[in-house]
């Protein structure tokens, strides 16, 4: 079994995420980044079918030369080689061309059985890449597992859908998302971090995709971002110390705001 | 003027809420043209034709919810092809979403996601989303194709305006890819008798400081006819379920009042909240994050205080 697992570098939440002033795109060069969190349990899941069976993980990313960190983080969990699309021109990519670009790095990957990924990044939090790939590579797409089983070239789970819980079955090759109630992603080992480096990562740039730079980039994103703000701080309002009688000043304060 | 497509999300003809934002928020933008699949059509029509609903495309697909992502799009897709929309709206959630994807490939179009306002505008519609944890407000507009934009439940409040739309039967022919991913079964969500958490005015959260008692929590809500949800905390030590999740990964909500019991206000849980009109905290420890956003704290034991606001609430109704 051949198993591509998308990954994403982001900025880390728990530092400030910012924009770039002049064009609003993701400052994702003079911030923190590493593996989207939602990611690792894509990667876990994957460990997970090897560890039963038999696969090759190739871990394929996109991103500024710092992203070859959280390729080195899913290789440290013990997938086996990596892709690198790293090429200045993709700067400032709509969900649209990072999809294209993917799909073509998966078609110059070649065979696979399923592409799996994360439920969305934690960053720009769309949640589109997936389903635009499964579209331009003309394959099945199933997201939102929470287990899966694969079996007989086919691909059966749990899909956690926001009015019902769906039991899906889809054909392999596939484009399978997973989201983070599937599995408890491991921690790499020592033993993980010192194999990760001996273990090929390939950098690709535009060209060898075939992609032209027309394609991709700030310049040929379809959406324009006009304006970003930072919300004003929420203030701190009125704090009381319970004496007894909390329960009746929170309803008096829900009373002024006419909630009661 | 040209139609502003909206895809219909509903339940045998059960028209959620958060449609009728879209049908309203269309209305600003042109003549709502409402997309149904599947079964409930005549059931739909009361409630499309309330919020003024100018056509409703009905696209006959029995079999659909056998269905997942793939013929929705083609059937977007068909009747964006007949109809030449000028804005397709969708709502914001995991299946319309990537129905949302496949329709901005299969139409060359750009996309919007998780829009909180959508306002008319000289080059076509502007979008608001609400960025990095609630911490940004960012603009934007799609520039290539028909627009195509998703928009976040409680976006805005949704205004009836009747209307006497007429009906148009599309019929579509779906690939053989449409029909790849089987829904082999489904079973609905626990029904709690409460609000959508989705669609919720107002919502009680618990967190760790409820040690896994989430009696007051539920009393308090329902005092107030409100929607309960857990921090990722509370849910991973197995104390409610994950669907009921507000935070990065969960639901990202933005009710009018969202109370947080025992909740301390991690990151994770501020990127799922703190959009919220008004906050309330209630928490043990005076230093907790959580304070830093509430409108209103009580510093106190929750299992004192919710029950004591559950019952004040309850005698003030009479």
Redesign the interface.
């Known amino acids: 079994m051949k198993i591509v697992v998308l990954c994403k570098f982001v900025p880390n ?2 530092s400030e ?3 770039v002033e002049d064009d ?1 795109t993701t400052d994702r060069v003079g911030v923190d980044g590493l593996l989207s969190e ?1 990611d690792e349990y894509a990667v876990e899941e994957a460990m997970k079918i090897k560890e039963s069976g038999d696969a090759q993980i190739t871990i394929l990313t996109m991103g500024p030369p710092a992203a070859a960190d959280a390729v080195r983080k899913a290789l440290q969990m013990g997938a086996d080689a990596g892709v690198h699309v790293v090429d200045d021109t993709l700067r400032g990519s ?3 061309a990072t ?1 294209l670009v993917l799909a073509k790095a998966l078609e110059k990957i070649g065979e696979y059985d399923m592409v799996m990924c994360g ?1 969305a990044s ?11 790939i ?3 590579l ?7 597992l929470g287990d899966l089983t694969v079996a007989d070239g086919q691909v ?1 789970g749990r ?13 392999l090759p ?1 484009v399978v998302g997973v ?3 599937i599995n408890d992603p491991r921690y790499p080992s020592f033993k993980g971090i010192m194999a990760a480096k001996k273990r090929p990562v390939q950098t690709w740039s535009l060209a060898d995709l075939g992609v032209s730079a027309e394609e991709v980039g700030l310049s040929a ?11 004003p701080p ?9 004496d007894g ?7 008096e ?3 002024s ?1 006419k ?2 | 003027m040209s139609p502003i497509l909206v895809l219909v999300d509903h339940h045998d003809g059960v028209v959620r809420k958060s449609t009728t934002e879209l049908l309203t928020i269309a209305r600003r933008l042109g003549d709502p043209a409402a997309v149904v699949i599947g079964h409930g059509l005549e059931k739909a029509m009361g409630t499309l034709a309330a919020y003024g609903a100018a056509v409703v495309y009905d696209v006959d697909a029995p079999d659909i919810d056998d269905y997942l992502i793939v013929p929705r799009a083609e059937a977007m897709v068909a009747v964006a092809e007949k109809v030449q929309p000028s804005v397709i709206l969708l709502t914001s959630n995991a299946k319309s979403k990537e129905i949302a994807a496949h329709i901005a490939v299969k139409l060359g179009s750009g996309i919007i996601t998780d829009a909180v306002d959508v306002q008319p505008g000289p080059d076509g519609p502007i979008t608001t989303q609400s960025v990095f944890a609630g911490n940004y407000s960012v603009q934007a507009r799609v520039t290539t194709g028909t627009p195509v934009i998703t928009v976040k439940p409680n976006a805005t409040t949704p205004e009836e305006s009747p209307s006497s739309p007429s009906i148009e039967l599309v019929e579509v022919t779906f690939s053989d890819l449409a029909r790849a991913v089987r829904v082999t079964d489904h079973a609905p969500r626990e029904r709690t008798g409460r609000p959508d958490l989705n669609e919720a005015a107002i919502i009680v959260s618990g967190g760790r400081g409820t040690g896994g008692d989430f009696g007051p929590v539920e009393q308090l809500a329902d005092a107030m006819g409100a929607a309960v949800g857990a921090s990722r905390a509370a849910v991973d030590s197995g104390w409610y379920p994950h669907a009921f999740q507000i935070g990065q990964t969960g639901h990202v909500v933005s009710p009018q009042l969202y109370v947080a019991a025992g909740i301390s206000g991690a990151i994770q849980h501020r990127a799922g909240m703190q959009t919220s009109k008004t906050i309330v905290a209630i928490n043990k420890d005076e230093e907790a994050p959580i304070l830093q956003l509430a409108d209103f704290s009580v510093v106190g034991d929750l299992f004192t205080v919710l029950p004591q606001a559950a019952e004040e609430i309850k005698r003030r109704q009479g």
């Open positions: 939440a728990i995420r910012r924009f609003f939602l709509d969900a649209l999809s439920m934690t960053d720009g939090e769309m949640g589109v890449v997936p389903a635009m499964a579209e331009r003309g394959v099945p797409h199933v997201g939102y059966t899909r956690d859908g926001d009015a019902a819980i769906e039991y899906v079955a889809s054909p596939a989201t983070d109630q994103a379809w959406t324009v971002v006009d304006a970003v703000a930072k919300r929420r203030s701190h309002g009125e704090v009381v110390t319970d009688d909390g329960g009746k000043r929170l309803v304060f829900l009373s705001q909630f009661v």
